[in-house]
Nanobody, 128 residues
Framework: QVQLVESGGGLVQPGGSLRLSCVVS????????VGWYRQAPGKQRDLVAG???????NYADSVKGRFTISRDNAKNTVYLQMNSLRPGDTGVYYC??????????????????????WGKGTLVTVSV
């Protein structure tokens, strides 16, 4: 069973920092595109930052210059460094990943297939 496990959320004062981690638990062939999403109370889930397998990154305008997404492919882990946090950053942060998995179907013969995964989220609260 392959799962995404987020960690690093918590309560922080405005101006503070947190680093979120998203770890792929289980065996995969490769970790491809990954995104961090935020869902504030009563609102939809929006993309905050994303990274491709090639290392490209993109950010929501509201977090540019404050958040940094990075990845360690050897550890199947993606991070979200959040600095200069604001009350508006409060919400549950979810990790979404596209992974490639493999299954052995015969002698030295494998099938490869894509899978989209969501984590259960980690709560970030920015408040005095």
């Amino acid at each position: 069973q392959v799962q995404l496990v987020e960690s690093g959320g918590g309560l922080v004062q405005p101006g503070g920092s947190l680093r979120l981690s998203c770890v792929v638990s289980g065996s995969i062939f490769s970790l491809n595109d990954v995104g961090w999403y935020r869902q504030a109370p009563g609102k939809q889930r929006d993309l905050v930052a994303g990274t491709t397998s090639g290392g490209s990154t993109n950010y929501a305008d509201s977090v540019k210059g404050r958040f940094t997404i990075s990845r360690d492919n050897a550890k199947n882990t993606v991070y979200l460094q959040m600095n200069s946090l604001r009350p508006g950053d409060t919400g549950v942060y979810y990790c979404n990943a596209q992974v490639t998995r493999s299954e052995e179907v015969g002698y030295r013969t494998f099938n490869y297939y894509e899978e989209n995964l969501w984590g259960k989220g980690t709560l970030v609260t920015v408040s005095v």
